[in-house]
């Protein structure tokens, strides 16, 4: 595989998670949640409905990108990582500490998402955040090395599109 690094980003509800372990799965490679590099003050204040801030946002990529970087080393395979990443800035700063980053774009209406997120019971993200990520969200659609990805259809199915825009051409 070309790229050592793989952002999984988007929205809460969009299938970071499942897609990124999918395809670390699928190309022999490392799985990493970004979510579980959170502090507790972090994830704190998204349990009760209050949106993170730069302030927040700024150790917690620094450590994911640390982290990412170690597993890299580590395992001498490519890393898929979950992350929200929805501003510019903050993939900024993750290219820049991860040189050569690919990132996979995935996105869905906010009804689709939504809906998602009211189905999940065991993550601290609340629905109710979802407008605030929206409204923090830089589409990564117009930069260079992003792959979008439609999260319509089943898991699955958006699953399979992913691995197909990811897989190197035969």
């Keep these: 595989m070309q790229h050592k690094y793989w952002l999984v980003m988007g929205v809460a509800g969009t299938g970071k998670t499942s897609i990124a372990q999918a395809l670390a799965t699928q ?20 349990s009760s409905g209050q949106p993170l801030s730069d302030d927040d946002r700024w150790p917690w990529l620094a450590a994911v990108a640390e982290a990412v970087l170690r597993a890299q080393k580590r395992a001498g395979k490519p890393v898929f990582f979950a992350c929200s990443a ?21 996105r869905g209406t906010e009804a689709l998402i939504h809906a998602r997120m009211a189905q999940r019971s065991e993550h601290y993200m609340p629905p109710d955040l ?3 990520q929206l409204a923090t969200l830089q589409s990564p659609s117009a930069e260079a090395d992003v792959i979008s990805v ?12 992913a691995i197909q825009r990811v897989a190197p051409p035969v």
């Excluded at 929805?86 to 995935?106: A, H, N, W």
């Excluded at 439609?150 to 599109?161: C, E, N, R, Y």
């Design 130 to 132: 979802l407008g605030s």
């Design 86 to 106: 929805l501003k510019l800035d903050y993939r900024t700063l993750l290219r820049q500490r991860l040189p050569g980053l690919q990132t996979i774009f995935l």
């Design 27 to 46: 190309f022999d490679g490392v799985f990493l949640d970004a979510d579980d590099y959170h502090p507790r003050r972090n994830v704190e204040r998204m």
């Design 150 to 161: 439609d999260i319509d259809g089943p898991l699955a199915q958006v699953i399979a599109a």
